[in-house]
Structures are given as structure tokens and as C-alpha cells.
């Protein structure tokens, strides 16, 4: 049987409830239905009074330091962020600061936004891609950007909204599915004959 992916889900709002959270808790639920993930949340928001100050992983308390562990020791990343102003908050790019620079390489990472209107959508490839660029991340293929009027009294109300996540979830699954029986193979690799 193969083992599920180490999942952490990173909602870089500063609010909550949040529609970047709903977005990913779907994105989520659409993937898990096509790759067993075991699947931990992580919410900016909880992080505020801990990592605001930090300059270094030193000036961390134990919990920061766990979620930093968390983050480094996934095996597949879905990271979701609101733009504010063109751009992700500062603090969500000051945590991937604090990431070991080696630990996410080759991990695949599926990204998402959202915001108050269409002109923002592009941020995902000018800003997040590029962010996870430099970890030598594998972002894959097709992100996810959604506005206000894709997501009404806390459920997605956009039925082009339904229809990307759709294809996100199915353009992800060979890869995760890949990765999936890559981690089974080394565990296996493991085990005395």
C-alpha cells in the first residue's frame, strides 16, 4: 500500500476566517481525492507573534521552530497567499525566509492566490513561482487565483473557479502520484531482505 504524502497546506492570510483558506481547504479536498495525503494546516496567523521579530531561526520559540520543521520535512507543499497591493504580505515572505534554503528542493509546491480583482491573478508567476524558484522547488504547472466573486459566504460560488480547480487537481496528480511511489520505493529500499 502506498503511504500518503506528508502534506502541509500554508495559508499566508493574516485574517480568519480568510477566503485564501477556503480556497486552499478546497484545493486540498480536490487533490485528496486523487492522492492519499496526510494533510497538516498552517495558518500565518498563528505565527504573527512569534516570527515577526525574528531575524534568524535562532530568535524562534519551539512552536515557530516545529512549524519550520514541518514546512522542511514535507513532501508536497500547497501554498496560498492574498495580495495585498500587488504583492504577498510581507510577513508570508518573512516565514519562507526562515525556511532552510535546501530543505524544499525538488519538493513540489502547488500555489495559490487570491484578491480583491482579476489584475492581481499574474502575482502567482511573478512573485510566488519566482519565490520558489530560488528553493529549487518543483511549482507545479497551474496555480490557482481567485477574487471576491469567486468565493461567496464562505464556499466557492464561481463555477469557472470549480472547473480550475478541476484541472489543477487532475495536471498534479501524475506528479504527486509519481513522488508518491518514489517515497514507497525508498522506504521499501529500507527494509533488511
Known sequence: MIQPLNT?????????????????NE???QISKRVSLETEFIDLVDLVPYIGTALSTD??????KQTLTRIEQADFLIVGTPVFKGSIPGLCKHLFDLVDMNAIAGKP?????????TRHALMIDHQLRTLFGFFHALSLPAG??????????????????KQRLDLVANL???VLQGIALQKQHNAEELIPA
Not at 509546491?109 to 480583482?117: E, H, K, N, Q, R
Not at 466573486?149 to 463555477?159: A, H, M, N, V, W
Request: cysteine-free; hydrophobic content about 40%; proline content about 4%.
Open 27 to 29: 484545493i486540498e479536498k
Open 59 to 64: 530568535h524562534l520559540n519551539d512552536y515557530a
Open 172 to 174: 498534479a496528480t501524475p
Open 144 to 161: 490557482v487565483y481567485a477574487t471576491q466573486e469567486d468565493i461567496q459566504d464562505g464556499l466557492i460560488s464561481s463555477t469557472a473557479l
Open 8 to 24: 502541509v497546506v500554508i495559508n499566508g492570510s493574516l485574517h480568519r476566517p480568510s477566503r485564501t483558506g477556503i480556497l486552499l
Open 109 to 117: 509546491v502547488l500555489l495559490a492566490a487570491t484578491g480583491g480583482s
